[in-house]
């Protein structure tokens, strides 16, 4: 029996996936045991998995990222991304780069210490360590113990060519492409980090573990076995790093299909969806649900163009959305407006969805065959829009300058088509799942001695 340790950052939308893969994992014997802050011991306890605390980042979000407590550093910094949200691509991306700085490699020693400490309790095979938690991959370095790399987001979040760099999207919409300019600003901020993070990342090296080899990029460093990317094989994907096993999930669903609606949930849909009435989710994420003017104009829109009522998650602006005089007189028949949603369960009713373009939300409305009208603001959203544009299996347009007639106008084109599964769009992908990548993974990654 393999004995494997899944190590996720807390968020909720890496700890999710992460919980699916670690229980399929599990189904296939392995013993599995979920490292996180205690806030998500819950969800492991729900996966089957066993639990032990580790913290890998100063950051967290446990479902909606106001609400959730945060240090004072990390809450201004959350305030000035949103901010900078207002203010389009390059404010964003540059804003994110600088906060790189400061909150991707928190405590290096301290979370070697704890991954330390952490093994000799456990001992386990090996570990499969989100990509984004650098301070763990870099801890797991220096102490040589085997782990799988898994890429929570747009595969390109792994560089592999000379010339490509984290924080600068690989690909882009044509609506929200910027200028020359402010690309080569953009890419002079992300070399400039790439350039830092390698130092800190050597420097921890000699401090920590001058016998093991500096890695040459930091943000490449990843494992030498396999690397699990929850994403599609598209074939215009930039390639995967030269060493490790490929692996694309497609998407990390449960294989059993998504849990049954709870009461609540289930008289929601069916208030909603009277007399055949189609259903649009509208979701922007843990932490974009904050940009309400934005939820208020794409609702707004939806319901003035389109027969269909609307379900959206408005995080801590439920009471912002509501007042809205867009949407203060809508059909309470017809609009639901919820701080969160369960989003994987409502998906096979939708007829449509917008959103951030999150890797989950691209991968899930995939995987159910639902269009999107996609509304990128940040990191890899919008390599991530241009992908389900070129995959047809959606629409990017610029939140920033969306009106309720253009959000209207282009849901009521995916409820006009007739619904396309997964097989039908125009790049095929193969949505494998979960099972599928526990069982190769299994298959590549060694047993310890």
């Known amino acids: 029996m393999a004995r494997v340790v899944v190590i996720s950052p807390p968020f909720h939308s890496h700890a999710r996936p992460l919980a699916a893969l670690g229980s399929a994992l599990k189904r296939y014997g392995a013993r599995v045991d979920f490292a996180c802050t205690p806030a998500f011991a819950d969800l492991a306890t729900r996966a089957g998995l066993g639990f032990a605390e580790l913290a890998v980042t100063r950051n967290a979000n446990t479902g909606v990222a106001e609400a959730t407590r945060q240090g004072r550093a990390e809450a201004a910094r959350l305030r000035d991304f949103l901010d900078a949200t207002h203010h389009g691509p390059t404010a964003t991306l540059l804003v994110q780069a ?21 093994d000799r309790r456990l001992r386990p095979d090996w570990y499969l360590v989100d990509q984004l938690s650098y301070s763990a991959t870099l801890a797991l370095h220096c102490l040589d113990l085997p782990y799988a790399t ?4 747009h595969p390109s979040y792994l560089p592999a060519s000379p010339d490509a760099f984290f924080g600068l999207p690989h690909a ?43 890695p040459e990029r930091a943000f490449t460093l990843c494992s030498p076995h396999a690397v699990v990317f929850n994403y599609p094989s598209l074939p215009w994907l930039p390639p995967a790093p030269a060493g490790p096993r490929a692996l694309y999930a497609g998407h990390l669903l449960s294989d059993a299909g998504p849990d049954p609606l709870d009461e609540h949930w289930q008289a929601v849909l069916a208030r909603l969806t009277t007399d055949g009435r189609p259903l649009v989710l509208l979701a922007l994420g843990t932490f974009l649900s904050a940009r309400d003017d934005v939820l208020t104009t794409a609702a707004a829109g939806i319901l003035r163009h389109t027969p269909a009522s609307v379900i959206m998650a408005a995080g801590d602006r439920v009471a912002a959305v509501a007042a809205d005089p867009a949407l203060r007189d809508a059909d309470p028949e017809r609009l639901h407006v919820a701080s969160v949603i369960p989003q994987q369960e409502l998906l ?11 890797n989950n939300s691209f991968t899930e409305c995939l995987h159910a065959g639902v269009p999107a009208l996609v509304l990128p603001f940040s990191s890899d959203q919008f390599a991530i829009a241009h992908d389900a544009e070129r995959a047809g299996a959606g629409r990017c347009l610029d939140p920033n300058t969306l009106t309720p007639d ?20 125009p790049a095929r992908p193969h949505p494998r799942g979960p099972a599928w990548a526990a069982r190769e993974l299994l298959q590549s990654m060694p047993t310890r001695p």
């Open 150 to 153: 898994f890429c929570p987001g």
């Open 348 to 358: 096979p009713h939708a007829s449509a969805m917008v959103h951030h373009g999150g």
């Open 172 to 214: 882009w919409p044509d609506t929200l492409r910027p200028a020359a300019a402010d690309l080569a600003r953009l890419r002079d901020a992300a070399a400039a980090n790439d350039t830092a993070f390698t130092a800190a990342f050597q420097a921890v090296v000699r401090r920590q573990a001058p016998g093991r080899p500096a």
């Open 98 to 118: 600088r906060h790189r700085r400061a909150d991707m490699l928190p405590d290096p020693e301290d979370v070697l210490r704890g991954l330390a400490d952490l």
């Open 406 to 425: 253009a959000a209207g106008h282009a849901v009521a084109a995916f409820l006009a088509a007739p619904p396309q599964p997964t097989e039908a769009l």
